[in-house]
């Protein structure tokens, strides 16, 4: 459910579905034409259909950059299929629009705050390791002092964070990257 990706739509008479497997570090993209394998790319994938419409998919770090069949000019995004988590997110924000849009709200909140604490720690976390190799980078970036407890809270919110970010098929280059 979390680790495997399926979107759909039918054109032309045809079911159309895109999986994905999210820890899959190759980032293979599979096509399935009515229930049978069709092609198999690397993200971000174009598949292009017998009349000339393309389907396209693009993989994030979690979830989906895109996944849409472009006819005739005009984008539509492929929907994810029941029993997929994408499907269950989405039903949330149907059922529940206002809890929704609080919880989307706060993903992105999480993801600034991450963004802004963590990744000095991280940079700093890269050149000890490198120093530790036999390559000094001789450089310290400014961190903010937060407690052990406090920065590995944010990291579990900034994960949670992108979970969510990524079932909503939301990316932004600054924040999903």
């Known amino acids: 459910m979390f680790w495997r990706g399926l979107f759909g739509a039918g054109y032309g ?10 820890f899959d570090f190759g980032e293979k993209v599979r096509l399935y ?4 394998l069709a092609e198999e790319q690397k993200s971000p994938a174009r ?15 979690y979830g989906m950059k895109r996944a849409h069949l472009v006819a005739s000019g005009r ?15 989405l039903a949330f924000d149907r ?36 120093a530790w190799l036999g390559i000094p980078l001789g450089f310290s970036v400014p961190t903010f002092a937060l407690s052990e407890w406090l920065n590995t809270l944010l990291g579990a919110l900034g994960i949670v964070a992108g979970l969510d970010r990524g079932l909503r098929m939301v990316h932004s280059p600054l924040l999903d990257d």
């Open 13 to 22: 008479g045809s079911s159309y579905v895109v999986e994905v497997d999210f």
């Open 47 to 61: 598949f292009v259909l017998d009349d000339g419409a393309v389907i396209e998919a693009a993989m994030a770090l």
């Open 95 to 130: 059922e529940h629009p206002v809890a929704s849009r609080v919880i989307a709200a706060v993903s992105w909140a999480v993801l600034v705050v991450v963004l802004v604490t963590q990744i000095p720690n991280l940079l700093n976390s890269l050149a000890q390791g490198a």
């Open 33 to 36: 034409r009515d229930g049978c």
């Open 75 to 89: 984008a539509r995004a492929l929907l994810p299929l029941p029993g997929t988590a994408e499907a269950l997110r």
